[in-house]
């Protein structure tokens, strides 16, 4: 269980995950156009895309400054005045990496989320990973928006997709999350939490073999800020801690779920700052992970993700973008952190 391990023997330092403080506001980085035109950014979207080798520049301009709202009504003002599908032809003009930040900009938020959990189970093989982000990340609220979202785009049902494509523990995590009924209260009950840590100490360390089903159902119905006070109380039942006590118990994607859903509760900007630096981590850049963080997040918490990635890893996100990313990729990309 490396991760855990890491997550709490770095805790208190300068570059670990540090609890998150509770804030309230906006800390996205994309806003609305104050001098928002629908049609005058739909002509110039029509302009772009018949320029001999698309004007790229534009594209970005338009797309990325502009707010996920604001993009819905440029879409019907192009088909009214073009009489044709701006996605459609967006698709027919860009290419690659560009193309793909793109359509996922023109996507409302449900349907982001639905589009990259269907193209993770599609054909041979799982991306499980992608699944545990979405899920282990998204409010009731959100989850919700996604199912329905799945539902009628792909005329299927999520919960069952998953259970075709996946088994065991996992599974019983994402189905349990995918029910969107866990706790967001923000108060927390610290006799609950004394009890639950000493639950999960009883179901893992204090016992021969882990009983998942105690890990799965604390994990998934607590609040994020309950859940924080659970794992400070661990510490009262095991001299060693969570982290210790639970490595080498839980191994691959389920792991990973519980660990997305820990970290999230301790501080999501955090855990999302290292997906886009592990992203980037190594040969070649995973360019999926890299697109579909900054657009979900964009009106959301990029700016808090930015300033977690500059703590833990010294450098900004957009130094290691531009290392990383190249061509009109980069520039959208970019453009959606907004000024370094």
């Not at 709202?69 to 088909?79: F, L, P, W």
């Not at 996100?317 to 959606?336: H, M, N, R, W």
Request: aromatic residues 8%; charged residues 30%; contains cysteine.
């Amino acid at each position: 269980m490396a991760f855990f391990k890491k997550l709490f023997e770095q805790q208190n330092d300068d570059k670990g995950f540090k609890p998150a403080p509770f804030e309230t506001g906006y800390f996205g980085t994309v806003k609305a156009d104050p001098n928002f035109n629908a049609q005058n950014d739909a002509a110039k979207l029509k302009k772009a895309i018949e320029t001999k080798g698309v004007d790229e520049a534009t594209v970005v301009e338009v797309i990325a400054k502009r707010s996920n709202a604001q993009r819905q009504q440029i879409k019907a003002a192009y088909q009214q005045s073009a009489g044709k599908d701006l996605v459609a032809d967006l698709k027919k003009a860009l290419k690659s990496d560009f193309e793909e930040v793109v359509l996922a900009l023109l996507m409302t938020p449900p349907e982001y989320d639905a589009f990259e959990m269907k193209r993770a189970m599609k054909g041979v093989g799982t991306n499980e990973a992608v699944l545990n982000e979405i899920l282990g990340t998204r409010s009731n609220k959100e989850i919700t928006a996604l199912k329905n979202c799945y539902k009628e785009v792909h005329g299927e049902l999520l919960e069952e997709n998953i259970k075709s494509d996946i088994k065991g523990d996992l599974e019983t995590t994402l189905l349990a999350l995918c029910k969107a009924t866990r706790s967001e209260d923000r108060n927390i009950d610290d006799g609950m939490a004394k009890s639950d840590a000493k639950a999960l100490f009883e179901a893992g360390e204090n016992r021969i073999g882990t009983v998942c089903s105690v890990l799965i159902d604390i994990l998934t119905n607590r609040s994020e800020a309950q859940l924080c006070k659970i794992l400070q109380y661990y510490g009262q039942f095991s001299k060693d801690g969570l982290a210790k006590d639970l490595e080498g118990e839980l191994s691959g994607n389920f792991e990973d779920c519980l660990m997305t859903l820990v970290k999230g509760a301790w501080n999501k900007h955090a855990y999302f700052a290292e997906r886009l630096q592990l992203a980037m981590k190594g040969v070649g850049t995973d360019t999926d992970t890299l697109t579909r963080i900054i657009v979900s997040r964009s009106e959301i918490d990029l700016l808090k993700i930015m300033q977690e990635y500059k703590r833990m890893y010294g450098k900004t996100l957009q130094e290691d973008l531009l290392k990383e990313t190249k061509g009109d990729y980069e520039k959208i990309v970019l453009a959606l952190c907004g000024t370094p």
